[in-house]
């Protein structure tokens, strides 16, 4: 599965704190996270070799030795390489290798740990204005949705829902209309050029409706961006990444990574608007039938769904299959 060999992310850094493992869920696999005293991340089946009980039950223990993570049932101990290192009710018992846990590779960026299940010449999403220093970043959410990964990414290139979905905030019933777009084909996807709309509010400090370019960017199957350029706030921007977690094949974890000029607002403000605008989608997406996002027929189109049309095209060529049907 093409899936396996992508990064996928799974917690926001900050959930996973010391000496506390995390559960998490993707691919309709369950992982156990944990950090060891350096702080470095690592990720092992949730699932202990010797009796099958959920390692993120257990706890994280640290000493001269190193750190390990302890298993809640009978206490065994493993390292960050996935070796058991001590069985208690044997104490003078050294594990062999077969006792030992499978370990996945993590990495953190964008304010996220990213999880790959299978070695790959792979990187995780980009997000191009992480390291613009003009610009202020946080990260919104989780967001859990019953929908499938491809069907929240699809809305969130499309723009002619705004003027129903988003009526009064990103837009209007009486501006629907939309102009056209140009799409360019990347390595990681596509990018969409010269897409418009009128917007009432467009973000949290915009006092007056405008209209708001905006440039939308493919970077993964399950990952994409846009840029905002409200014509009523000069200088002003705003870039949001989407990052979506595939669960399992019909349920999803979605977080945004904003980078905005907006360094006035309040964070929990800002995570207000995003939370506001996201939840008025996520009763629609959750309505869609069938759940996972059709790639062979069975839903019309018309012009205005150009992206949505190159989203489909890419997701097969690249060969997905979880969440599609």
Same mark, same amino acid.
């Given at each position: 599965?093409?899936?396996?060999?992508?990064?996928?992310?799974?917690?926001?850094?900050?959930?996973?704190?010391?000496?506390?493992?995390?559960?998490?869920?993707?691919?309709?696999?369950?992982?156990?996270?944990?950090?060891?005293?350096?702080?470095?991340?690592?990720?092992?089946?949730?699932?202990?070799?010797?009796?099958?009980?959920?390692?993120?039950?257990?706890?994280?223990?640290?000493?001269?030795?190193?750190?390990?993570?302890?298993?809640?049932?009978?206490?065994?101990?493993?390292?960050?390489?996935?070796?058991?290192?001590?069985?208690?009710?044997?104490?003078?018992?050294?594990?062999?290798?077969?006792?030992?846990?499978?370990?996945?590779?993590?990495?953190?960026?964008?304010?996220?740990?990213?999880?790959?299940?299978?070695?790959?010449?792979?990187?995780?999403?980009? %997000?191009?204005?992480?390291?613009?220093?003009?610009?202020?970043?946080?990260?919104?959410?989780?967001?859990?949705?019953?929908?499938?990964?491809?069907?929240?990414?699809?809305?969130?290139?499309?723009?002619?829902?705004?003027? %129903?979905?988003?009526?009064?905030?990103?837009?209007?019933?009486?501006?629907?209309?939309?102009?056209?777009?140009?799409?360019?084909?990347?390595?990681?996807?596509?990018?969409?050029?010269?897409?418009?709309?009128?917007?009432?509010?467009?973000?949290?400090?915009?006092?007056?409706?405008?209209?708001?370019?905006?440039?939308?960017?493919?970077?993964?199957?399950?990952?994409?961006?846009?840029?905002?350029?409200?014509?009523?706030?000069?200088?002003?921007?705003?870039?949001?990444?989407?990052?979506?977690?595939?669960?399992?094949?019909?349920?999803?974890?979605?977080?945004?990574?904003?980078?905005?000029?907006?360094?006035?607002?309040?964070?929990?403000?800002?995570?207000?608007?995003?939370?506001?605008?996201?939840?008025?989608?996520?009763?629609?997406?959750?309505?869609?039938?069938?759940?996972?996002?059709?790639?062979?027929?069975?839903?019309?189109?018309?012009?205005?769904?150009?992206?949505?049309?190159?989203?489909?095209? %890419?997701?097969?060529?690249?060969?997905?299959?979880?969440?599609?049907?």
């Amino acid at each position: 599965m093409i899936e396996s060999t992508l990064w996928h992310p799974v917690a926001a850094s900050e959930a996973l704190v010391a000496d506390v493992p995390l559960p998490v869920r993707l691919l309709s696999q369950d992982f156990a996270l944990w950090r060891d005293a350096s702080g470095t991340a690592h990720a092992f089946p949730d699932k202990c070799p010797h009796r099958g009980t959920r390692l993120s039950l257990g706890r994280v223990l640290h000493d001269a030795a190193g750190s390990r993570l302890e298993c809640p049932y009978h206490g065994w101990q493993f390292d960050a390489g996935g070796q058991c290192r001590h069985i208690p009710a044997l104490p003078s018992f050294t594990p062999p290798a077969s006792h030992a846990v499978c370990t996945h590779e993590l990495q953190e960026r964008h304010g996220l740990v990213w999880l790959r299940l299978q070695a790959a010449d792979t990187t995780p999403p980009a %997000f191009g204005a992480e390291l613009d220093t003009r610009l202020r970043k946080l990260l919104c959410g989780p967001y859990e949705v019953q929908s499938s990964a491809p069907r929240i990414v699809e809305n969130f290139l499309d723009l002619a829902h705004f003027g %129903f979905v988003h009526d009064g905030w990103l837009g209007d019933r009486s501006h629907t209309a939309l102009d056209a777009y140009r799409i360019e084909t990347t390595p990681q996807g596509f990018v969409a050029h010269g897409c418009t709309a009128w917007q009432p509010q467009s973000n949290r400090l915009s006092t007056e409706g405008s209209q708001v370019e905006y440039r939308y960017e493919l970077t993964g199957p399950y990952s994409a961006q846009l840029t905002k350029l409200p014509q009523a706030q000069a200088g002003y921007q705003d870039v949001i990444g989407l990052f979506v977690c595939p669960v399992d094949p019909e349920r999803s974890r979605v977080w945004f990574r904003l980078a905005v000029t907006d360094f006035d607002s309040a964070e929990a403000e800002l995570r207000s608007f995003q939370d506001t605008i996201f939840l008025q989608d996520q009763p629609v997406l959750e309505s869609q039938s069938p759940k996972r996002l059709p790639l062979s027929g069975g839903e019309v189109h018309c012009a205005a769904d150009r992206s949505s049309a190159t989203y489909r095209r %890419f997701l097969n060529e690249r060969g997905i299959t979880f969440g599609v049907c």
